[in-house]
């Protein structure tokens, strides 16, 4: 999950808030202590989570409650706008439409892998990209763009032997809708980087240029962003690996302060793991409270979208074990249970140790094989599905018996919740009826 550690230590701290008989100010010190705390292990800088403190404590021991509002929400409600502000306040959106991005950064950022993440996002929203291999100075660097081409059947332009010959080759021949040109890294921003950048800018005339940041440098994302800033005037930045380090938090406020906006984060190595950067559905999830619009757009670039029949029947705990099977195709297309249920409202809250969903993930590969090995009857009716059958299916999918009754037991599950959700007000109101409505889902 995004930023884990950073997320599950600030979800503590808003829980101690609904605890406290009344807040004070030595119950507000208490938790703005704590808030710095974790601030400073995801190493966000000292200067910042100080200033972001005395914005805290003087609105919350200071400033009346807006009506209709206690002292204790509006005590979370303004952690909530601090964080937001302290990791970007505002989005940086990319638009739809034709454009050239030059992508830049410094050796082992990931500006390869996210040159095609970036074609799959507007590939899935409607446009042709085409990806262009200036990156010259890393030998693998061409094959492996080429190979992302390939799995992504995105064209990919490599024809010169200097990262100039290569750009104006591509600004000729190209009839893509967006051109994203792959640059080379350095170790450091030297002067034969620096002056390489320039004149593929020059060359290109770009309407992005991308700032690539390994989340892993921490607080040292600013010098980097406002060093070439000042070299070519970036228009915007992707903090890439956040999955994979704690020092997310820091690399994310760091940008922040630089004068560029972040404008995507990535969080895996697979194509379709990368989203546009929105501070206020970050923190969101950072916070527990999920995140429905990045939910749904993860449904929809899945190619998600149920018929109302179907869903009614889902909702209603009358689905079968083939809609049982199509939910479960779904949810892996959206990527692993993990990055869904922090999404959730309240789901990224349950301490769910990973390697339990992860194993949840297997089996879930591993049902749709006994599924398929059902007749259609079965498959409509799974309650017919006795000892026989089931020995049946466990030789038909390679399973054992035991997987099939466990497959079985959960549906089942599964079903009875569903009924027990429309019987109640679960599903009928709050983000689970937004989320319901936007899937056609009739309530």
Not at 34 to 57: C, G, N, P, Y
């Amino acid at each position: 999950m995004v930023l884990e550690r950073f997320g599950e230590s600030l979800r503590e701290t808003l829980k101690k808030i609904t605890r406290f008989g009344s807040i004070d100010k030595e119950a507000v010190e208490s938790i703005i202590r704590e808030i710095q705390r974790s601030l400073l292990q995801a190493d966000a800088d000292v200067a910042l989570v100080f200033e972001l403190s005395k914005s805290i404590r003087k609105k919350v021991l200071s400033e009346k409650p807006p009506a209709g509002m206690t002292l204790k929400e509006y005590f979370i409600k303004t952690i909530y706008d601090e964080l937001v502000k302290f990791l970007g306040e505002e989005k940086g959106e990319l638009e739809l439409k034709p454009q050239k991005i030059l992508i830049i950064g410094l050796f082992g950022s990931g500006k390869t892998t996210t040159s095609g993440k970036l074609a799959k996002w507007f590939k899935i929203r409607g446009l042709t990209p085409a990806l262009v291999a200036c990156d010259t100075h890393r030998p693998a660097a061409k094959e492996q763009l080429k190979q992302i081409g390939k799995a992504l059947e995105v064209k990919v332009y490599d024809k010169g032997k200097t990262p100039e010959e290569i750009a104006k080759h591509a600004l000729k021949e190209a009839k893509e809708d967006v051109l994203i040109f792959d640059s080379s890294g350095r170790d450091a921003l030297d002067e034969a980087l620096a002056k390489e950048l320039k004149n593929l800018a020059n060359i290109i005339k770009p309407d992005e240029i991308l700032l690539i940041i390994p989340a892993d440098i921490g607080q040292a994302a600013r010098k980097q962003a406002e060093e070439f800033n000042r070299l070519v005037g970036i228009t915007g930045i992707v903090v890439t690996k956040l999955d994979g380090t704690a020092k997310g938090g820091g690399a994310l406020s760091a940008t922040a302060v630089s004068g560029a906006k972040v404008k995507f984060i990535t969080t895996g190595e697979k194509p379709e793991d990368i989203e546009a950067y929105d501070p206020r559905r970050f923190v969101g999830r950072l916070l527990g409270y999920g995140d429905i619009q990045g939910l749904l757009e993860k449904a929809k670039e899945a190619g998600i979208s149920p018929d109302a029949k179907t869903a009614e029947r889902i909702l209603s705990g009358r689905f079968t074990m083939k809609d049982f099977y199509e939910q479960i195709s779904s949810m892996q297309k959206m990527g692993s249970i993990s990055k869904i249920m922090e999404m959730v409202p309240g789901f990224s809250g349950l301490k769910i140790p990973k390697h339990m969903l992860e194993v949840q993930e297997e089996k879930m590969k591993r049902w749709k094989y006994a599924i398929d090995s059902m007749t259609e009857e079965e498959r409509e009716n799974p309650d017919i599905i006795k000892a026989s059958r089931i020995t049946r299916i466990a030789k038909g999918s390679g399973m054992s018996e035991e997987d099939v009754r466990e497959l079985l037991k959960y549906f089942k599950q599964v079903r009875k919740m569903m009924k027990v959700a429309k019987g109640g007000k679960a599903f009928k109101r709050g983000p689970f009826a937004k989320l319901a409505k936007q899937f056609g889902f009739g309530l």
